[in-house]
T-cell receptor
Framework: DTGVSQDPRHKITKRGQNVTFRCDPI?????LYWYRQTLGQGPEFLTY????????KSRLLSDRFSAERPKGSFSTLEIQRTEQGDSAMYLC????????????FGPGTRLTVL | AQSVTQLDSQVPVFEEAPVELRCNYS??????LFWYVQYPNQGLQLLLK??????LVKGINGFEAEFNKSQTSFHLRKPSVHISDTAEYFC??????????FGPGTRLSVLP
């Protein structure tokens, strides 16, 4: 069990640029989640996948955000035309399908939009 | 809809003193409750969880929490804290088939 990994750990970009983050979940976990965390706040749910199917998206996920999990393994989160308000920590988590839905988190990608 | 309240945004406490971090939730259905800890520049790590059974749950690093259904609370406690416990602590709630809802977090600062 190597844990959830995320790449990159830090990303600095200029407003208007596109960015893409990657998440590799724990191998036997079929559920994968994306969260956004701003300073002083708890993680806010963005979207989740069961295998390759994207089952739910938060209203926080504007049209500039898109997530994929093409083969049911790793996932990518892309933000187009970044805005300063997108600056945050983006967390990925994975879980097995279970009643308690315990999630295991990666270290996060910190995005700074200048 | 579920929600989680953590009334204390910051809790300073001296080393070896006891600490309680408060968590209250609202939900119209039965839920599962979790406490996660986040050390600086790291992801969230599970401390403990309540699913069913005994209302007193023991977790890692000497932490425990008590589920109180009538008060819809799940307070986290530790009898004697260490400097290394300095971190952000998040309470979270989920019911079957739904996603986690996290509280805003409590920053625990352990002072020498």
């Amino acid at each position: 069990d190597t844990g959830v990994s995320q790449d990159p750990r830090h990303k600095i970009t200029k407003r208007g640029q596109n960015v893409t983050f990657r998440c590799d979940p724990i191998s036997e976990h079929n559920r994968l989640y994306w969260y956004r965390q701003t300073l002083g706040q708890g993680p806010e749910f963005l979207t989740y996948f069961q295998n390759e199917a994207q089952l739910e998206k938060s209203r926080l996920l504007s049209d500039r955000f898109s997530a994929e999990r093409p083969k049911g393994s790793f996932s990518t989160l892309e933000i187009q035309r970044t805005e300063q308000g997108d600056s945050a920590m983006y967390l990925c988590a994975s879980s097995r399908r279970s009643v308690d839905n315990e999630q295991f988190f990666g270290p996060g990608t910190r995005l700074t939009v200048l | 809809a579920q929600s989680v309240t953590q009334l204390d945004s910051q809790v300073p406490v001296f080393e070896e003193a006891p600490v309680e971090l408060r968590c209250n939730y609202s939900s119209s259905v039965s839920v599962y409750l979790f406490w996660y800890v986040q050390y600086p520049n790291q992801g969230l790590q599970l401390l403990l969880k309540y699913l069913s059974g005994s209302t007193l749950v023991k977790g890692i690093n000497g932490f425990e929490a008590e589920f109180n259904k009538s008060q819809t609370s799940f307070h986290l406690r530790k009898p004697s804290v260490h400097i290394s416990d300095t971190a952000e602590y998040f309470c979270a709630v989920v019911n079957y088939g739904q996603n986690f809802v996290f509280g805003p977090g409590t920053r625990l600062s352990v002072l020498p």
